[in-house]
């Protein structure tokens, strides 16, 4: 195997259900020069230093290489005139705009939005488990982890409940957008994720415009009228902000509960300790976003100067690919770092990524998966897999199951 290959070799489709063996072939050479100049960064302290380096860039207008993904598609929002989302901004324009948001998200502003959410979530929940029906053959990610992530951000924006199942099918066709090689025609994707965006844009536009009207108790509302140091949010700064929140939140959480399932039914001790102790739900979700992370690299990153790194100059403009994932099993930060161990000390992982663009979403996220897979290890009574590994997505970046069949022998109430 050359090291030039292993890149390649993780993004092939043939080992997207074990990526973790090419991860530590790539953790020999730290900084991997790859044949198209790009640098792949895979040890945990040289990914951790470089999220955090005020000369590396997440502002798609300084690169200059062609772009590979990342959880919003830059390229989509110039075409449709949107500006870029905070997630492909550098300080000082990317702190404002996260300022502003998070002042309707968390603290100290409102410190309980997320919290609050609570028994909301564990309702969505209830009703996800009890429409499942049949227990001979329940696909997990069609009935349960797939709906719920997209419900819980139409309640968070507030779309009313009417409107959700065309925000459901506008967040598939933008998810599906995000996949880097799509087998399928690219110029057909190309014009269903085109309509998708100026569909959604134009139906958030609307919500927007009657909140500003009629505030109501949703993060929409408060977004659209607020006021503060920072200024308010232009329409159409607010227009990219919510179409960031329903992407980035999405198919990350989609697969956080679903490689969550399947890692507890490969570990059945797990899963009967998590049935009687909710409380285990804590620390056994930090464990899966260092084990099986839903963002396995941060793409697209640029240097804005030379950066001396692990005994490599990387030069001025260099796209840079930070491998969170194989950060989280670098055994020189981990213990053991390929067991799966809910009951791990000192778990600073990296699946939030790190440094001024550290998920916003994290405590909902972090929340979502605590219910879903408390619930569903209360509920299901002796849950199997059908299909190990199961079939997956293409994408090697939001990597997860794209179906996962589990069978049962009853729901509990
Ligand atoms: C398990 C679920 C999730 C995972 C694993 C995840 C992971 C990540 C990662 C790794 C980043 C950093 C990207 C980068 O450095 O370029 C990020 C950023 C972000 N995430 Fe999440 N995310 C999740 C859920 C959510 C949710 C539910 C929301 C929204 C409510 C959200 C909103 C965002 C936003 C807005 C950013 C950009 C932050 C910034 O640029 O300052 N995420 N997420």
């Known amino acids: ?97 996260r300022r502003l948001t998070n002042t309707s998200f968390g603290p100290p502003h409102e410190p309980h939005r997320v919290h609050e959410m609570r028994g909301e979530l564990g309702g969505i929940v209830s009703d996800l488990i009890g429409g499942i029906g049949g227990t001979d053959r329940i696909d997990l990610v069609e009935q349960f982890s797939y709906p719920f992530p997209v419900t819980v951000i139409c309640r968070l924006l507030g779309v009313p409940r009417e409107d959700e199942s065309r925000f459901h099918g506008w967040a598939d066709t933008l998810a599906a957008s995000l996949d880097p090689m799509p087998g399928q025609d690219p110029t057909e994707r ?99 976003l260092r084990f099986e992370p839903p963002v396995q690299l941060v793409p697209n990153r640029t240097t804005l100067a030379d950066i001396e790194i692990a005994g490599v100059t990387i030069p001025k403009g260099a796209s840079l690919w930070l491998v969170v994932a194989a950060g989280n099993r670098d055994p020189l930060r981990f213990e053991d770092p390929d067991r799966f161990d809910p009951d791990r000390q000192d778990n600073r992982h990296l699946g939030f990524g790190s440094g001024v ?43 997860g199951p794209r179906h996962l069949p589990v069978a049962c022998d009853d729901i509990r109430p």
């Not at 939140?249 to 049935?275: A, C, K, Y």
């Open 357 to 399: 663009h550290s998920c916003f979403g994290a405590p909902l996220a972090r929340l979502e998966a605590q219910i879903a897979l408390s619930e569903l290890a209360r509920r299901l009574v002796n849950p199997r897999l059908l299909e190990d590994p199961p079939e997956y997505r293409q994408n090697a970046v939001l990597r």
């Open 1 to 97: 195997m050359t090291q030039g290959s292993l890149l390649r070799q993780i993004l092939e489709y043939e080992n997207r259900h074990d990526p973790y063996p090419l991860y530590a072939e790539l953790r020999k050479t730290p900084v991997l020069n790859e044949d198209d100049g790009a640098y792949v960064v895979s040890t945990y302290d040289e990914v951790l230093t470089l999220l955090h380096d005020p000369r590396v860039s997440s502002d798609s207008r300084n690169m200059t290489q062609p772009a590979g993904i990342d959880l919003q598609d830059q390229q989509q929002d110039e075409e449709t005139t949107l500006p870029p989302s905070f997630i492909r901004l550098d300080p000082p324009e990317h702190d404002r705009l």
């Open 190 to 288: 190309d014009r269903r994720t085109q309509k998708a965006r100026t569909e959604l844009g134009m139906y958030l536009a609307g919500l927007i415009e009657e909140r500003r009207k009629k505030p109501q108790k949703d993060m929409l509302s408060e977004l659209a009228t607020l006021k503060g140091p920072d200024g308010s949010l232009s329409t159409m700064e607010l227009l990219s902000t919510a179409a960031l929140l329903l992407v980035a939140g999405h198919e990350t959480t989609v697969n956080l509960i679903t490689n969550g399932m399947l890692t507890l039914l490969r570990n059945p001790q797990v899963l009967e300790r998590l049935r009687t102790d909710p409380n285990l739900s804590v620390p056994l979700v930090e464990e899966l």
